[in-house]
């Protein structure tokens, strides 16, 4: 379930009503009892408490910053994994003429569908990060990624009130296969400012093998969501029509959709 986590304050709040009602139910019994001293009140109000902490720290958790580093500590090659190099002539088209020609789409629910070039990209406001890697398969490498924070794109196509979802599609065939690799991220991942649409690795251009010439860096999450060959933005309410329907190409495969660490 991609939002199971946005799911505890609700059934908390469900926890409380029940709480309340109880409250209510005993008040009527005893009468004009001091609340302060009545034992369902200090649940309810212990309850109250619970929840705001719980509530905090869940909001606290989803804004906290993944850790940075320092440049001492960035790898001399940043390990490629996946895919190196998109093996189709649209993408080697692309890449022959430098990215010239390459443009990023976004759509779907958003006001304003757009067509960004990388020189627009790049002409944006930029962030530069350096952070630790973790891939599933058991390794981490750290690396310097610059780029443009994707909430400030998604500023400028302006999401409709139903998006949920981020949904990127890529341009390779991962193994040569029949389907594309697409990932996705809800709306307060994408938002967070650590979010990146990563155009330079270690203060040069993206290299081929990892991802140019966009690729997502979403900082706490594990690898395999920060789709690399970026083509085409597409913010949706759901996952249904999409390819297997789990949100991402090895969620698709068992992966797990929150892919937090
Ligand atoms: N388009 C695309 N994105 C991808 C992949 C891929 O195969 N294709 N592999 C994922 C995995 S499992 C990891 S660990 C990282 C690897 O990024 P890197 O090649 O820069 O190390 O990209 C992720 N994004
Ligand atoms: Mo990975």
Same mark, same amino acid.
């Given at each position: 379930?991609?939002?199971s986590?946005?799911?505890?304050?609700?059934r908390?709040?469900?926890?409380?009503?029940t709480?309340? /009602?109880?409250?209510?139910? $005993?008040?009527?019994?005893? /009468?004009c009892?001091?609340?302060s001293?009545?034992?369902?009140?200090q649940?309810?109000?212990g309850a109250?408490?619970?929840?705001?902490r719980?509530?905090q720290?869940?909001?606290? $958790?989803?804004q906290?910053?993944?850790?940075?580093?320092?440049p001492?500590?960035i790898?001399?090659?940043?390990?490629?994994?996946?895919?190196?190099?998109?093996?189709?002539?649209?993408?080697?088209?692309?890449?022959?003429?430098?990215?010239?020609?390459w443009?990023?789409?976004?759509?779907?629910?958003?006001?304003r569908? !757009?067509?960004?070039?990388?020189?627009?990209?790049?002409?944006?406001?930029?962030r530069?990060?350096?952070?630790?890697?973790?891939?599933?398969e058991?390794?981490s490498c750290?690396?310097?990624?610059?780029g443009?924070?994707?909430g400030?794109?998604l500023?400028?196509?302006?999401?409709?009130?139903?998006?949920?979802?981020?949904v990127?599609?890529?341009?390779?065939?991962i193994y040569?296969?029949?389907?594309? #690799?697409?990932? $996705?991220?809800?709306?307060?991942?994408?938002y967070?400012?650590?979010?990146?649409?990563?155009?330079?690795?270690?203060?040069?251009?993206?290299p081929?093998a990892? !991802?140019?010439?966009?690729?997502?860096?979403?900082?706490r999450?594990? /690898?395999?969501?920060?789709?690399?060959?970026?083509?085409r933005?597409?913010?949706v309410d759901?996952?249904?029509?999409?390819?297997?329907g789990?949100? !991402? #190409?090895?969620?698709?495969?068992?992966?797990?959709w929150?892919?937090?660490?």
């Amino acid at each position: 379930m991609p939002d199971s986590k946005l799911i505890l304050p609700d059934r908390r709040r469900r926890q409380l009503l029940t709480g309340l /009602g109880a409250l209510g139910a $005993s008040a009527a019994l005893t /009468g004009c009892d001091n609340l302060s001293r009545n034992e369902t009140v200090q649940n309810v109000l212990g309850a109250t408490d619970r929840l705001t902490r719980a509530a905090q720290r869940l909001v606290a $958790s989803r804004q906290s910053l993944a850790r940075e580093y320092s440049p001492a500590d960035i790898a001399d090659t940043f390990r490629p994994n996946g895919t190196t190099n998109p093996d189709n002539d649209a993408y080697q088209r692309l890449a022959a003429n430098r990215f010239a020609d390459w443009r990023l789409h976004v759509d779907g629910l958003v006001r304003r569908p !757009g067509d960004f070039s990388l020189d627009a990209l790049r002409a944006l406001p930029s962030r530069t990060q350096i952070t630790r890697h973790d891939c599933v398969e058991g390794w981490s490498c750290i690396g310097q990624w610059t780029g443009v924070p994707l909430g400030d794109v998604l500023d400028r196509v302006r999401p409709t009130d139903n998006a949920r979802f981020v949904v990127f599609h890529c341009a390779d065939n991962i193994y040569g296969g029949p389907v594309k #690799y697409y990932e $996705s991220l809800d709306m307060v991942e994408a938002y967070h400012p650590q979010t990146l649409l990563a155009y330079a690795l270690n203060g040069a251009p993206l290299p081929v093998a990892n !991802g140019a010439p966009l690729r997502l860096r979403a900082e706490r999450q594990l /690898g395999y969501k920060m789709a690399k060959y970026v083509m085409r933005i597409e913010l949706v309410d759901s996952f249904a029509s999409i390819q297997g329907g789990n949100g !991402g #190409y090895w969620e698709d495969r068992g992966y797990e959709w929150w892919a937090g660490i």
